[in-house]
C-alpha cells in the first residue's frame, strides 16, 4: 500500500481524520514549519514559488532543511517547475551541496523529474539514498509515472508522485508502481479524505487496465 502525504494544516479535525488513518504531511519550506505530531517530507517550495510567479526562496529552504531536514523521511532537492533539463542541472548542484552536510549523511533526496526529462538523464543520479519525485504537468506525470518507477526501483530507489487529489489519480499511481503520492485536497476538507484513502487501499482493476497491466 502507498504511503500518502497531506499538504501540512493546523485544522485539528483534518489532523485527526489525517492521523486516524496513517497518512503523513508534506512540509512545505514556504509554510509553517511545523510537524504537528506526523512523519513528514520535506518539499523546497518551488511550487509556491512557481505559483506566485517568484524565484526560488534559497532562505526559507535553508531555514526549513536546518530545522525539519534531518528527521524527514525524504526531502525533495531544489528544482524549476517545469523547467526540463534546466531543473535537473540546478537540482544536481543543489544535490551535490546537501549531501555534503553532516546531519544529512542519512537522508533520502528525491530529485524532480519535469517534462523533457528522459532516463538517461538521471539514471547515474539515482539509488537507495536519492529517489524520484514525479513532477511535471498532468498529462506527461500520468503518462510517464510507470517509467519514473521502473527506473527508481531498479536502482533501489522510491518513486513518489506529486499533485494527486483524486481517487481516480491515486488508483493510477497504485497502478503505475509508485511508492508514495501527495496532496492538498485532504488538508483542506476533512469529508474528503474517506474516498481518497479508501483509493489507497483498495487499488481497483480499473486502474491496472488503464496502465496496460
Partial sequence: ?????????????????????GWRLMISARGALRTEGFRYALDNGAWTAFQRGEPFDTAAFERAVAR??????????PDIVMGGLASLRFSRRWLHRLRQRRALRETTFL???????????VRRLVGPRTG?????????????????????????????????NSARRIRLCAAA????????????????????????????????LAAGR
Fill in 177 to 208: 508502481g509508485a511508492d508514495s503520492f501527495d496532496g492538498s485536497g485532504v488538508s483542506r476538507f476533512a469529508s474528503a479524505l474517506p474516498p481518497l484513502d479508501l483509493a489507497r487501499r483498495q487499488p481497483d482493476i480499473e486502474a491496472w
Fill in 132 to 164: 524520484i519525485f514525479v513532477g511535471g504537468n498532468t498529462p506527461w506525470k500520468l503518462t510517464t509515472m510507470a517509467m519514473w518507477a521502473r527506473l527508481a526501483h531498479d536502482h533501489g530507489a522510491i518513486c513518489h508522485v506529486g499533485r494527486v
Fill in 111 to 121: 530529485i524532480a523529474v519535469q517534462n523533457d526529462m528522459e532516463p538517461r538523464h
Fill in 68 to 77: 525539519l531536514g534531518p528527521d524527514a523521511d525524504w526531502i525533495v532537492v
Fill in 1 to 21: 500500500m502507498m504511503l500518502a502525504y497531506a499538504s501540512r494544516t493546523g485544522t485539528r479535525r483534518n489532523l485527526a481524520a489525517l492521523r486516524a488513518a
